[in-house]
T-cell receptor, first 114, second 113 residues
């Protein structure tokens, strides 16, 4: 158990809908990262927050947004969903934002768009 | 930009065989390097890391050495077990570009009894 929790575990929704994925980092960790894992694209970095502020952006679509709240939990919002958004979404956390810190991954949310 | 290239899988070995999974990287700064492992149905977990050139990371019999001259961080294990069957990801984290972590495509390992 990494100490990172993600809800829900599974989500099935229709095209055009909007969903919110939630992540609680390990106790004391200030950085939160979001990743998308699909069969054809591998593990793609989406976005990073540090202590409530956005710090790095990866291949995140404009239809997706995220935020980190004062209690450090984070939410990833996906809107106008398309079939290609079906994937595993992972949240990870680390204590600081330095390059030497490893990340602790949650169990993931499996999103299926029908 | 930064990138990580690792050998394509799947890799299939018999129990007690020697394992090497190749990983090379390109980076503009002085990255830290990581190997993560993903067991079926789970999230990634750190296997080992190295933060500067010539450092050797090791854990659970796995080893990798940070080679700046060849920009490589190959993963090795002397004797694999069935329980090592998983997907292995090489990754780097670099200050340039905002502390992003870049992952390789992953290499699936199957170990037969």
């Amino acid at each position: 158990d990494s100490g990172v929790t993600q809800t829900p575990k599974h989500l099935i929704t229709a095209t055009g809908q909007r969903v919110t994925l939630r992540c609680s980092p390990r106790s004391g960790d200030l950085s939160v990262y979001w990743y998308q894992q699909s069969l054809d694209q591998g593990l793609q970095f989406l976005i990073q927050y540090y202590n409530g502020e956005e710090r790095a952006k990866g291949n995140i679509l404009e239809r997706f947004s995220a935020q980190q709240f004062p209690d450090l939990h984070s939410e990833l919002n996906l809107s106008s969903l398309e079939l290609g958004d079906s994937a595993l979404y992972f949240c990870a956390s680390s204590p600081q934002r330095g390059v030497s810190y490893e990340q602790y991954f949650g169990p993931g949310t499996r999103l299926t768009v029908t | 930009g930064d990138s990580v290239t690792q050998m394509e899988g799947p890799v299939t070995l018999s129990e007690e065989a020697f394992l090497t999974i190749n990983c090379t990287y390109t980076a503009t700064g002085y990255p830290s390097l990581f190997w993560y492992v993903q067991y079926p149905g789970e999230g990634l977990q750190l296997l080992l890391k190295a933060t500067k050139a010539d450092d050797k990371g090791s854990n659970k019999g796995f080893e990798a050495t940070y080679r700046k001259e060849t920009t490589s961080f190959h993963l090795e294990k002397g004797s694999v077990q069935v329980s090592d069957s998983a997907v292995y990801f090489c990754a780097l984290s670099d200050r340039d570009g905002g502390f992003k972590t870049i992952f390789g495509a992953g290499t699936r390992l199957f170990v037969k009894a």
